[in-house]
């Protein structure tokens, strides 16, 4: 997925602010390079995050669904 559309979908499901703090971790990590805009979306509606959250959790429970859908 690229830069722009990880944006677009933080920014869609109100978490643009989170975004905004998250875009070095993304990039360094490759956390969501290899990731469908889809899978991150299904993610935001099943998973409800706080603002406050930080990276490492954001890719616990990120890694945690999208290892748990590929068993569905």
Known sequence: MTE???KDVFETYGYG?????FQT?????????EVEEE??????????LTPAVFFDEFRFW???FSTAQRYL
């Not at 602010?17 to 703090?21: A, C, I, L, N, P």
């Not at 899978?39 to 409800?48: G, K, M």
């Open 39 to 48: 899978v991150l979306e299904d993610f935001f509606d099943n998973i409800e």
């Open 25 to 33: 971790p993304l990039y360094v990590t490759g956390l969501l390079d």
């Open 17 to 21: 602010e989170v975004y905004s703090r």
């Open 4 to 6: 722009e559309q990880m």
């Open 62 to 64: 990120f890694q945690y």
